[in-house]
């Protein structure tokens, strides 16, 4: 199976709020300019901008309908170990690979993807010195068809906060 298939990305959520603030914006602009032609009687309706402020209000609706859904898997989620399967650093990225055993499913494997190129090092070292072959990770939706998973591994500025693989 695909490592991605079963990786959660929390800042697909923060993606979703700033769209749906972005959306809300451009709504209040379409009213605005709505109420401008109907009160300057700029000789017609202002039938187009209320379907902009429709079309977006949907929009800003579905983004925080999904920045809440991604929140609310994530305080939902089980906090659990993973089994360390590798970590590389391909441009500029550090991917860390996981295997963890979901309860009615079966084992799955999924990835997370940190910013810094010495970080696959850092965390290497750190289990090496700690003798530890198990992450802490979360466990997203796993009562459903498709459960996803996330490690818990905590960055500041590309340097591996050591504290964060405490299990």
Do not use: N, W
């Given at each position: 199976m695909s490592n991605k298939l079963h990786s959660f990305e929390?800042?697909?959520?923060?993606?979703?709020?700033?769209?749906?603030?972005?959306?809300?914006l451009i709504v209040i602009i379409s009213l605005v300019?709505?109420?401008?032609?109907?009160?300057n009687d700029l000789g017609g309706e202002p039938y187009m901008q209320y379907f902009m402020a429709a079309l977006f209000g949907l929009l800003a609706l579905k983004s925080f309908?999904?920045?809440r859904r991604v929140q609310r898997l994530i305080t939902e989620g089980v906090r659990t170990q993973a089994?360390?399967?590798?970590?590389?650093?391909?441009?500029?990225?550090t991917i860390?690979?996981?295997?963890t055993e979901v309860e009615g499913y079966g084992?799955?494997?999924?990835?997370q993807r940190l910013a810094g190129v010495r970080l696959a090092d850092e965390i290497k070292r750190v289990l090496a010195?700690?003798?530890?072959?198990?992450?802490?990770?979360?466990?997203?939706?796993a009562h459903s068809?498709?459960?996803?998973?996330?490690?818990?591994?905590?960055?500041?500025h590309g340097r591996l906060k050591p504290e964060s693989l405490n299990l």
């Open positions: 929390p800042r697909v959520g923060k993606a979703q709020l700033f769209f749906g603030v972005c959306y809300s300019l709505a109420l401008y032609v109907k009160l309908y999904l920045y089994d360390f399967v590798s970590c590389e650093s391909v441009r500029g990225i860390v690979r996981a295997r084992p799955i494997e999924f990835e010195e700690r003798k530890q072959d198990k992450l802490p990770c979360l466990l997203i939706d068809r498709h459960p996803r998973a996330m490690l818990t591994i905590a960055t500041d």
